[in-house]
Structure formats: structure tokens, C-alpha cells
């Protein structure tokens, strides 16, 4: 039986695992890490210890398992943007995570020279620090030397994918795929090629640049553990949640809440461009075919949840926020922005910062926690609300991340959204996306390999009237907030 090894480097913890051909876990190994907030709005981590948990996770995997692994599969936190020497392959700055918002202002500046528009046009996307082209600016711009070095070609920059790549296989490879190109506000998703004006805007180099390839290439050989693994797949993590949850029909759509919520929706060779603020993007491309999607991001979940537990001190673990979320949403009108970096879609605002409205002396911790989940589900409704407007028909939903293990949190979700949710059988749908990308690029035939989903949630109808009011009142909290 085939084995196959997915390395999954998610912005909290780095995991890996080993899937059967049946698609099931063998075994799994995952190591969390902290990430740093050195200035309001900046979210940094080390480089050193993303590599070091993903070669730990790898090493614990392979020490447990004694079969022969096929070929291995990269998925990773997409837009994060590492620039490393390209003789010693040490970073000259940290990774500045997705979440940072530290270039607002040249976003706004661009914005005012009118360039937006046609960054939209080339790479679907709306011009936001989230992406990774200011952020490499921005290492240029304020690392001594770093400028000089990057024209003399000493420089390579890579999305987190490239990063382990480099530093993984025996070959060196500065390769990326197509789905990480698309994140990085340089690739043509049009032409499917870095963009020479884009590059020219930004000040980059073209020499930093990872040569793009498609999902399901040769990425080079993986040597840990005196073993050699082929890699034959790479994948950005949301987009390999939509591989993981089987969505390859035009139409089908996921949802995954980790760290922050990501909806996508599968467009096929369809370029749709919104104008509310949801991202097209790259799906996929294998078989020597490109997916095109749709995506709706969400910056603040599991975050929010992290928050509670950590700072906030609610409770100890994530798994015991179950206890204080109400299960009929009841929050005695309090209401939770969720807006530590901003808010992403659809409000697209880097300055607003989080907030609990409504408190009184009779306010609990059960309200705050319950006013926090449902601003997760109501920030989901505004997605829906705005697909369901490009005519995208929405009867289920495919749920899978980190948060989806809280089943009350699954049934607000279905309450709010007054849809059916499907939650797969396994909740690592990106890892599987992982895997399934390695299978293709292994030559195995995508129509072979076959995807179970799991549990269904129906809505409760009484609750509709609740939260559809509900809804309208932290909508307005919201916008007031925005200004
Ligand atoms: P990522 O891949 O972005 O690192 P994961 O999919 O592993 O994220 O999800 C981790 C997030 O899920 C964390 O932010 C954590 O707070 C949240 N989480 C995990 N379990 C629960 C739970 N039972 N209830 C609520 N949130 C949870």
C-alpha cells in the first residue's frame, strides 16, 4: 500500500502527517510556536523555529512510521513573506506574518496614485498589506543593505512553501506553486506569470523572485531521517483545504476556521471579479489545468479564541470555550468587533481595532464569549450574503480547521447561516489537500482517489427570526465602528 507524507505550516503550529492510499491518518506529529507583536498591528515569527517544528513534526512521523512513503505534499500560511541569503539560506529579517498591517500607508498611497484598479485587473486582488508585495518592500526598505544586496542577486524572497523548499530539499530549489504565486499582489493570474509592472511598482527584483510551477510538480527531493522523499506537491493552505474537501465542480465551496476564516469557492475556468471586496484567486492547477476561485477572508477566528483564552484568561484551552458559548447565541446584546488587525472582507479597513459593545454590570463572560463566535458566524453570513448575490447558490456548506472540532460552535454556525454544514469525517482537510496534490503529482488519477465527508448539521428554523435581527444589530456596530 502507498504511503504518503503531508507537511502542513499553519501560523500556529507546523504539522505532519502520513495518510494511507485509503486517505486515512497513520500517524501525526504537530508542534505549535508563537508568533511576535513587536509594534501595534505588526505580527512577526522566526524563521528558524517555522523550519525547525516542520523538521521535528517530519522527524516524529518518520520515527513512528517504518513503511515506504511515495512522494510528500507541502501546504502552507499563505502571503507570509521570508527574504533569506541565497548563499547561507538564513533570513535577514523575520517572517512578517499574513496578518501584519505594517505597510497600511503605502497602501493607501498607492490607492491615492489610482494603481488599484489595475492591480485587481492582474492578480484579482485588492491592494492590502496582507499580501506579500509591500511586505517584501518594506524588508527592503528597512533592513541595512538589504536593497543593494537584493539587486546584486544575493537575495531570494519565497511564501513560506519556497522557504521549506529551499531549506528542505537536497537540491536548494527556490521553486514556488501556482496558488502561493497568486498571494503575493506580483502574479499575473491572468497571463499566469510574475508581472514585470507589478515587479517594477514594488521595487522588487525579479531575481528574488521562486520560479512558479503547478501543483502537482517535481519540487525536488525531501532528505530527513536518511530517507529521500519525492515532494510532488505544493499547495497554499486554503486552496488545499478546497482539494481536501473534494470541491473540484464549479460551484463547490468550503469554509475553514483556524487561525483566521477563509471561504472559497470553486469558479473553474472562470475569472469572476466581485466588487465587494471578495479575492479571485488560484484555485489549483493540475493536470495541466487551471481552477480559478473566489475567496472571502476573514482575519480574526481561532485568533479571537486565542485571545479569550490567553490574554483574556476566560478559560484554559480552546476546547473549553465550548462551555461559555450559548448554544441559542443569546448575548444579551453584546456585541464583538472582530478586528485585532482590521477587518478584512468585505470592509477591507487596516485601522479599525477590536471591540465588545453593548456591556452592562450584568454582562458575563458567557456573553463576551458567545458576542465573539457569533461575530465569527456573522462575518461568514456577510460572505454568503455577497456570493448569493453573483447568483453562486449556496444549499451547504463544507466546514473543516482547528475550530470546527466545537460542535456547538457548528450548530450556531448552521443557526446563523440557515444552511445544512458538512463537517469531514477528517477535520485536517488541508493536509489532505496536501496529500492529494502529492498523489496527482505521484500519477495517480484524481477521479481514483475518493473523498469521505462526514457529519451533517441541519439549522434549527425557530432560531432564524433571533438571528437574522440579531445580525442587522452587529452590522451596524460594525459600520458605525468603520466610520
Ligand atoms: P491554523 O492552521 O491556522 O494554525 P487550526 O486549523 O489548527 O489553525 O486551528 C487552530 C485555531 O482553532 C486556534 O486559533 C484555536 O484557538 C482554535 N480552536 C481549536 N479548538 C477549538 C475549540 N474547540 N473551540 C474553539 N476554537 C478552537
Given amino acids: 500500500m502507498n504511503s504518503f507524507l503531508a507537511i502542513d505550516q499553519g501560523t500556529t503550529s507546523s504539522r505532519a502527517i502520513v495518510f494511507n492510499s485509503e486517505l486515512e491518518v497513520v500517524t501525526e506529529s504537530q508542534k ?20 525547525d517544528t516542520v523538521q521535528e513534526t517530519i522527524t516524529n512521523v518518520l520515527n513512528n512510521y517504518d513503511g515506504v512513503i511515495s512522494s510528500c505534499g507541502i501546504t502552507n500560511q499563505r502571503e507570509t513573506t521570508i527574504i533569506w541569503s541565497k548563499l547561507t539560506g538564513k533570513s535577514i529579517y523575520p517572517a512578517i506574518i499574513w496578518q501584519d498591517r505594517r505597510t ?21 486582488l485588492v491592494l ?10 518594506w524588508i527592503l526598505d528597512n533592513v541595512p543593505n538589504a536593497r543593494q544586496e537584493a539587486e546584486g542577486g544575493n537575495l531570494l524572497f519565497g511564501t513560506v512553501d519556497s522557504f521549506l523548499l529551499f531549506n528542505l530539499s537536497k537540491e536548494k530549489n527556490h521553486l514556488t506553486d501556482v496558488t502561493n504565486a497568486s498571494r503575493t499582489m506580483l ?52 486552496q488545499a483545504a478546497l482539494v481536501g474537501q473534494g470541491c473540484f465542480e464549479s460551484g463547490s465551496m468550503k469554509s475553514t476556521y483556524g487561525t483566521g476564516c477563509f471561504l472559497m469557492v470553486n469558479t473553474k475556468n472562470e475569472i469572476i471579479k466581485t466588487n465587494e471586496g471578495l479575492l479571485t484567486t488560484v484555485g489549483y492547477k493540475m493536470n495541466d489545468e487551471v481552477a480559478y476561485a473566489l475567496e472571502g477572508s476573514i482575519y480574526s477566528c481561532g485568533t479571537t479564541i486565542q485571545w479569550l483564552r ?22 444579551n446584546n453584546v456585541h464583538f468587533l472582530p478586528a485585532f488587525n482590521g477587518l478584512a472582507a468585505p ?74 454544514i458538512l463537517k469531514p469525517n477528517n477535520a485536517e482537510s488541508t493536509a489532505l489537500g496536501a496529500c492529494i496534490v502529492s498523489q496527482v ?10 473523498i469521505k465527508h462526514g457529519k451533517k448539521i441541519t439549522p434549527s428554523l425557530k432560531l432564524k427570526d433571533a438571528y437574522g435581527s440579531d445580525y442587522l444589530s452587529w452590522k451596524t456596530y460594525i459600520e458605525s465602528s468603520i466610520g
Fill in 32 to 51: 505549535e510556536y508563537q508568533l511576535t507583536h513587536p509594534n501595534n498591528g505588526w505580527v512577526e515569527a522566526d524563521p528558524c523555529l517555522i523550519l
Fill in 104 to 124: 497600511n500607508k503605502l497602501c493607501e498611497e498607492l490607492k491615492n496614485l489610482n494603481h488599484e484598479t489595475m492591480i485587481k485587473d492582474k492578480t484579482g
Fill in 128 to 137: 492590502d498589506p496582507y499580501f506579500s508585495a509591500t511586505k517584501i518592500k
Fill in 187 to 238: 502574479f499575473n493570474i491572468n497571463t499566469m506569470e510574475w508581472d514585470k509592472d507589478l515587479l517594477e511598482l514594488f521595487d522588487i527584483p525579479v531575481s528574488m523572485m521562486p520560479e512558479v510551477r503547478s501543483c502537482d510538480s517535481n519540487f525536488g527531493t525531501l532528505v530527513q531521517n536518511e530517507k529521500e522523499i519525492a515532494i510532488t506537491g505544493v499547495i497554499g493552505d486554503q
Fill in 310 to 331: 490567553d490574554k483574556m484568561k476566560f478559560f484554559e484551552s480552546a476546547k473549553q470555550s465550548e462551555a461559555f458559548l450559548n448554544p441559542e447565541g443569546g448575548s
Fill in 347 to 420: 470592509y477591507w479597513n487596516s485601522d479599525v481595532r477590536a471591540g465588545f459593545y453593548g456591556i452592562t454590570q450584568n454582562s458575563s463572560i458567557e456573553d463576551m464569549v458567545t458576542a465573539a463566535f457569533k461575530s465569527i458566524c456573522y462575518q461568514t453570513k456577510d460572505i454568503t450574503n455577497i456570493l448569493e448575490g453573483y447568483d453562486i447558490s449556496i444549499n451547504s456548506l463544507l466546514v473543516d480547521g482547528g475550530m470546527t472540532s466545537n460542535e456547538t460552535f457548528c450548530q450556531v454556525l448552521s443557526d446563523v447561516l440557515q444552511k445544512e
Fill in 441 to 450: 503529482g505521484f500519477g495517480m488519477n484524481l477521479s481514483d482517489i475518493s
